[in-house]
């Protein structure tokens, strides 16, 4: 009788295990046809109106959205801010013209926001008029000129739901920013003015007060790699405004990410960089998990 119980009852048990199984396989399975479907629906209509269906995890793994570096740099910076315990962040974006920049950060900003219980601040610097004149050869003006990319204030900030427009030149825009808007600290910023001499002025931004940063900020280069025409290099654009302030300061340095360099396809991974304040307060944070089991990246696409 006893016999009869417990092979029952072993049966039973066998029966519930592959159930929830079955069940967790089958999840899984729709999950990823649900994520294939809307990577397939954002690729068609150009559009990111559709991420809001699912994870922004999601979103960062099937490659989805029309921004995908900023999309990268985004959640990563968000996940870093958590780990760090900060309640709210800053993400910035020099260089704003037509806005398609700050409409794609505000949209991903509301789905980060819900999902990991995180206030976003985001700004945007931009001259408003476009370009201003290049100074000199280090300025690339054999493919940028003055008035390109003029902006038209009125009709972005109707459109803007939360961002900042921070008007003016970042040679002088940068320097009280911190005083006019108390900015949460900064997690990420878009680097996009094309310009040397911009570029360099809007590093302004990093002598502020340490409260004012994460110890570690995702950046993103627009213009560091390229065609046959822009011929970037060392000694120019934004690429030489990056090793005149890594030569210029001892403990804070802007450096090519190593993680996704070495295991994505994308041609953008050569286009994120981290800054490092080495003395920033919480620098030394410990954020990793003691088993070392979540790695953080698991972007290969
Ligand atoms: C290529 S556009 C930005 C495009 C935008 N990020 C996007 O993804 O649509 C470059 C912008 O940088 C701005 N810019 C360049 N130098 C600047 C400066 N010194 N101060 C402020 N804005 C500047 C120009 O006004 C222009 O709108």
């Known amino acids: 009788m006893?016999?009869?119980?417990?092979?029952?009852?072993?049966?039973f048990i066998i029966l519930n295990v592959l159930y929830i199984k079955?069940?967790?396989i089958i999840c899984k399975m729709?999950?990823?046809l649900r994520n294939k479907i809307l990577k397939k629906l954002s690729k068609k209509s150009n559009s990111d109106r559709f991420i809001k269906y699912t994870t922004s995890e999601a979103v960062i793994k099937f490659n989805m959205s029309t921004r995908p570096p900023h999309a990268y740099c985004f959640?990563?910076?968000v996940k870093l801010a958590k780990r760090l315990n900060y309640k709210s962040i800053s993400v910035i974006e020099f260089g704003v013209a037509g806005g398609n920049g700050l409409f794609f950060l505000e949209l991903f900003a509301e789905q980060l926001s819900k999902e990991f219980n995180i206030d976003i601040e985001i700004y945007g610097f931009d001259l408003i008029s476009g370009l201003p004149s290049p100074q000199d050869y280090r300025d690339?003006?054999?493919i940028f000129k003055k008035d390109l990319f003029p902006m038209n204030k009125d009709?972005?900030?109707n459109k803007l739901k939360k961002s900042i427009i921070v008007e003016g030149d970042v040679k002088n825009t940068t320097k009280d920013f911190f005083e006019k808007?108390?900015?949460a600290p900064?997690?990420?910023?878009i680097n996009d003015l094309d310009y040397y001499s911009s570029t360099i002025n809007s590093f302004n931004i990093f002598y502020g007060d340490s409260k004012f940063y994460l110890p570690r900020i995702f950046c993103y280069f627009d213009d560091v790699l390229g065609d046959e025409i822009s011929m970037y290099c060392d000694y120019s654009g934004e690429l030489l405004a990056i090793s005149e302030f890594n030569e210029t300061n001892k403990n804070k340095k802007i450096l090519l990410n190593k993680n996704l360099v070495s295991s994505s396809k994308n041609h953008w991974r050569y286009q994120i960089y981290y800054y490092h304040d080495f003395l920033h307060p919480k620098y030394n944070d410990y954020i990793e998990t003691d088993n070392q089991e979540d790695k953080g990246t698991f972007f290969h696409g």
Do not use: G
């Open 155 to 157: 009709v972005l900030k």
């Open 22 to 24: 079955i069940k967790s």
């Open 140 to 142: 690339l003006p054999y």
């Open 2 to 11: 006893l016999l009869i119980i417990s092979s029952d009852f072993c049966f």
């Open 75 to 77: 959640y990563n910076a």
């Open 181 to 183: 808007y108390n900015p």
């Open 30 to 32: 729709l999950q990823k």
């Open 186 to 189: 900064i997690a990420f910023i």
